[in-house]
C-alpha cells in the first residue's frame, strides 16, 4: 500500500527541504541529528528542524505559556538561563508553509530545513526503518533513499524497493549525492 501525498507546498526561499519519516523507534531522530552534526561540521549549514509530534501535547496545561495561549495570545515565547527559548504558536490549524515562511523572515538564517514526521509533503524523503517488512506500506514517490536503524546491519551498500540503505554517518557524501547537495 502506497500513501498518498495530501499536499503540495511551493516552497520559494533560498533553502531545501527533506522529510524524513518512518514509525517510532526506526531511527528517524538519530539520522537527523548525526546529519545536522555533519553538515554543520564539514558544509557550516545552519540547520532547522520542524518535527511533527501527534501524540502529545508540546505545552503542559497550567503552565504560564500555556495559559497565555489559551486566553488569546497568538504566540508566546518562553526563554531560560541558559538561552534556551521555546515558542509557542496557538492557531486553529498552521500549515507547514506558513511555519516555514515565519521562519524563513525571521531573524536566524538556514540552508535545510529537516521534517520529521510529516507524511504528506512533497519534498525528497529519507525513509527510516528499522526492519524490512516496513518499507511497502510506507514507500512514496518522493523516498529517495532509505535509512535508520535498518542502516547498522549487514545491508549497507544494497537496495530496497530500488532505494539505496545508506547509514547517514559513515555513507555522508553518498547521501549529498542521492539529495544533489553540492
Known amino acids: 500500500m502506497k500513501i498518498e501525498k495530501e499536499s503540495k507546498i511551493n516552497y520559494n526561499m533560498n533553502y531545501r527541504i527533506i522529510s ?5 523507534g526506526s531511527g528517524k531522530t538519530n539520522f537527523i541529528t548525526t546529519a545536522t552534526e555533519l553538515f554543520k ?6 540547520v532547522a528542524v520542524i518535527k511533527n509530534i501527534k501524540h502529545h501535547p508540546i505545552d503542559k496545561k497550567g503552565k504560564d505559556s500555556y ?8 504566540y508566546s515565547v518562553i526563554q531560560n538561563d541558559n538561552n534556551e527559548s521555546a515558542i509557542f504558536l496557538k492557531k486553529e490549524e498552521i500549515k507547514l ?7 524563513y523572515n ?9 521534517t520529521e514526521g510529516f ?10 526503518i528499522s526492519n524490512l517488512n516496513e518499507v511497502e506500506e ?5 523516498v529517495k533513499m532509505i535509512s535508520g536503524v535498518i542502516s547498522f546491519k549487514d545491508l549497507k551498500n544494497k537496495n ?3 532505494l539505496p540503505i545508506v547509514d547517514i554517518k559513515s555513507q555522508f557524501p553518498r547521501f549529498l549525492e542521492i539529495f544533489n547537495i553540492v
Open 67 to 74: 495559559k497565555f495561549t489559551e486566553i488569546g495570545a497568538t
Open 160 to 162: 530496497i524497493s530500488d
Open 20 to 24: 524524513v519519516i518512518g514509525y517510532s
Open 97 to 103: 508553509e506558513l511555519l516555514l515562511k515565519w521562519l
Open 138 to 142: 510506507q514507500l512514496t514517490k518522493d
Open 41 to 46: 561540521k564539514k558544509m557550516n549549514y545552519t
Open 106 to 114: 525571521g531573524p536566524y538564517k538556514f540552508e535545510l530545513v529537516f
Open 119 to 128: 507524511r504528506n509533503l512533497n519534498n525528497p524523503t529519507v525513509l527510516c
